[in-house]
């Protein structure tokens, strides 16, 4: 391609859902009928095309995102397949950041579940417009207005159906164009319209007025129509949902079965008239190296702009998923981008790819808009913003989250030791959720992660791609530590000099002030202080000293050595002793004093707290609300779906290793539960 496409026929979308809630049999399906595949791969027979890795298609789960393209009425769909599962939560909020929109798959029976809020918040931070799929409608049990009610009570999201589903006849009512489509032929391929029958149309009537009302908020035209009783252009109808989708008033909802092949064409359909082409999104804002800020439009004019946002290893060798923003992108550039520590880099791009799941192929050149692999980049990482180097910018990072358990890790063989430092390395780059740390009480090497199944998948993949096998530990919770009172200290930082060793004398005072914050509100560092002699100025280079030295203080607590949660500290007042002031004596000074002050404010340890949802038959019901209750769990609320209750409760991770083991025990296999972190907590009880 050597001119840049049409942006206004392109859409980024994400597929994203709580886990088993059907988003990978939906792709697979869209892969299907937009002709990029000949044959629908099924994630139970380990067939996905979009679970390429050995260990997805062993445990029947999403473990990475995965880029395809698919072309649809003329339009040319980027779709980016995300994990369910709560341990790889990381590739779904690394892969919002550089979408458009995206698309959550509910499960018509459960509604909302808690991976689904993970999900939502992660979607609000961005401010993607999002479209719904209802799925698995074929299963007993499944309830469309319920899973709509679900959706505006835990989601506060504002649901409208676009299309109602009919499982029994294989069917979709279509609301905005009021026909029926069957899916007929071997796999739905074929889609017939008819218009609604009366008798039909009257059962689904209430579901139109809620869209036309939805849609009429955003339209006065509309409006007033809608308000005469008077019926509306199909297109005008489709023009004022689209705007309310766009702005995020209002959420699309089409339903069906993805598995039985049933209302997925309506919803292509939808994207293509709902979701943003990338000019439609609001520009981007980026600090310059300089100071300021600067608005980034997607194919604007301008230096090169790139957002970095994921690193993958792919056949031993190193590559970085990169969406364009701006200018373009080929083989053999030239890169800039500033590190997370400050500093400047600059990097060669050797070869660019497009990306299909598994399989990548050479491109020429990448324009805005698009996501593509970049490979020769040794340092760039997730959340690196690529540049021109002659105009560096900084887009938003990319959060991680901090790591909730650990295994005490080691090669099976002594001789492999060089070898497990190298291939930890790579792991840990990919993943920013996994960290390496190493007792010092101990010498353990701990590796931690976001749960028990995200540790698994590691050790499996070390073992098939490189090779080495480990010996490993229990799992054991990642604690933290918090403070119960306020405290305050002073400290004057005065190591003697070295003549003989030419090290000069160096000298800094620091007062800070400590508080405890909520549970769950996380750290919080003020650097303001009241600067002696009087008229003394601290430089950029210094005031950046003194928060390192703050935070590096907040790595180790006074009771195990964990790291400090829910802590507030203010650095009140600084005293410099002119060249003596050196920021490596600042940064000392701020570390000595908030640990002076984390020794007088009592100190309690925190453990992470999960919440958890538990669906189980009723059955059981009596048996598993036992186990948790010895568990201490603390039971918010239940409800029941038929013949299954669903229990949403709170409980501390270490109460929880090994649960899965015992809740199949307890149901004879019939019982599931999944969970997302809360926040750290003490424990009682």
Not at 3 to 13: A, L, Q, V
Not at 187 to 210: D, F, H, I, K, M
Not at 226 to 238: A, C, I, K
Request: charged share 25%.
């Amino acid at each position: 391609m050597t001119k840049p496409p049409d942006f206004s026929h392109i859409r980024n979308i994400g597929i994203a859902a709580h886990v088993d809630a059907g988003k990978t049999t939906l792709t697979e399906r869209i892969l299907f009928y937009t002709g990029v595949s000949h044959k629908i791969g099924e994630v139970h027979d380990g067939a996905a095309h979009m679970d390429y890795l050995a260990e997805e298609q062993e445990h029947g789960i999403t473990i990475t995102s995965a880029v395809t393209k698919a072309p649809w009425r003329d339009h040319l769909l980027q779709v980016v397949d995300t994990p369910g599962h709560v341990d790889f939560t990381i590739e779904v909020e690394r892969s919002m950041r550089v979408l458009d929109g995206c698309i959550i798959v509910l499960d018509g029976v459960r509604g909302v579940e808690p991976q689904t809020e993970t999900v939502w918040r992660q979607r609000t931070r961005f401010n993607l417009p999002a479209l719904f799929f209802i799925n698995k409608m074929d299963r007993p049990g499944a309830d469309f207005a319920r899973a709509l009610s679900s959706m505006r009570k835990r989601l506060g999201a504002e649901a409208v159906a676009v299309t109602v589903p009919l499982p029994e006849q294989q069917a979709v009512v279509h609301l905005i164009d009021k026909t029926i489509l069957q899916f007929r032929g071997e796999q739905g391929e074929v889609v017939a319209s008819a218009p609604c029958p009366e008798s039909l149309w009257n059962e689904v009537r209430s579901y139109r007025e809620n869209l036309l009302l939805a849609a009429a908020e955003v339209d006065e035209a509309l409006a007033e129509q809608v308000l005469g009783e008077e019926e509306p252009e199909t297109d005008t109808l489709w023009r004022a949902l689209r705007r309310a989708t766009l702005n995020g008033r209002v959420f699309p909802c089409f339903g069906g079965s993805a598995l039985r092949n049933q209302g997925v064409q309506p919803l292509l359909d939808g994207i293509l008239r709902l979701l943003p082409a990338p000019l439609d999104r609001p520009p981007a804002m980026a600090q310059r190296a300089g100071g300021g800020l600067e608005e980034v439009h997607i194919g604007g004019d301008g230096p090169l702009v790139a957002l970095a946002f994921k690193v993958q290893m792919w056949e031993g060798r190193r590559h970085v998923f990169t969406r364009v923003y701006r200018s373009s992108l080929r083989p053999g550039q030239t890169l800039a981008f500033l590190a997370a520590d400050g500093r400047e880099v600059r990097e060669h791009t050797t070869r660019l790819f497009d990306v299909d799941a598994g399989k990548k192929t050479p491109m020429d050149i990448a324009w805005p808009g698009q996501i593509v692999l970049l490979a020769g980049l040794r340092s760039a990482t997730t959340g690196d913003t690529l540049c021109d180097p002659k105009h560096l910018l900084l887009l938003e990072r990319i959060e991680t989250r901090q790591p909730v358990i650990s295994l005490a890790v080691e090669p099976a063989s002594s001789s492999d030791e060089e070898k497990f430092l190298e291939v930890i390395g790579k792991v840990l780059e990919e993943d920013p959720t996994l960290q390496l740390h190493e007792d010092p009480e101990t010498g353990q090497r701990l590796l931690r992660g976001m749960g028990e199944l995200h540790l698994q998948i590691v050790l499996e993949r070390l073992q098939r791609e490189f090779n080495l096998r480990l010996r490993s530990g229990k799992p054991a919770v990642a604690l933290r530590e918090t403070i119960l009172r306020p405290a305050a200290a002073d400290f004057l930082f005065h190591p003697p000099a070295v003549p003989e060793h030419k090290v000069p004398a160096i000298r800094a005072r620091v007062l800070v002030q400590i508080a405890p914050r909520p549970r769950g509100a996380g750290l919080e560092v003020g650097i303001k202080p009241v600067i002696k002699p009087e008229g003394a100025k601290l430089s950029l280079e210094q005031t950046t000293a003194l928060e390192q030295g703050v935070r590096f203080a907040l790595t180790s607590g006074p009771l195990e050595g964990a790291p400090l949660e829910d802590v507030a500290v203010e650095l009140t007042g600084v005293e410099l002793f002119g060249a003596a002031s050196t920021p490596n004596a600042l940064s000392a000074a701020a570390s000595r004093a908030v640990h002076k002050a984390l020794e007088d404010a009592g100190a309690a340890m925190l453990h992470p707290v999960m919440k958890v949802e538990v669906v189980v038959p009723e059955t059981n019901l009596g048996a598993v609300l036992g186990d948790l209750q010895s568990r201490h769990a603390l039971i918010r609320s239940s409800e029941t779906w038929g013949d299954s209750v669903t229990l949403d409760c709170e409980v501390a991770l270490d109460h929880l290793l090994g649960y899965t083991t015992d809740l199949r025990s307890l149901t004879q296999g019939r019982g599931q539960f999944s969970m997302i972190f809360s926040r750290f907590d003490t424990l009682s009880g």
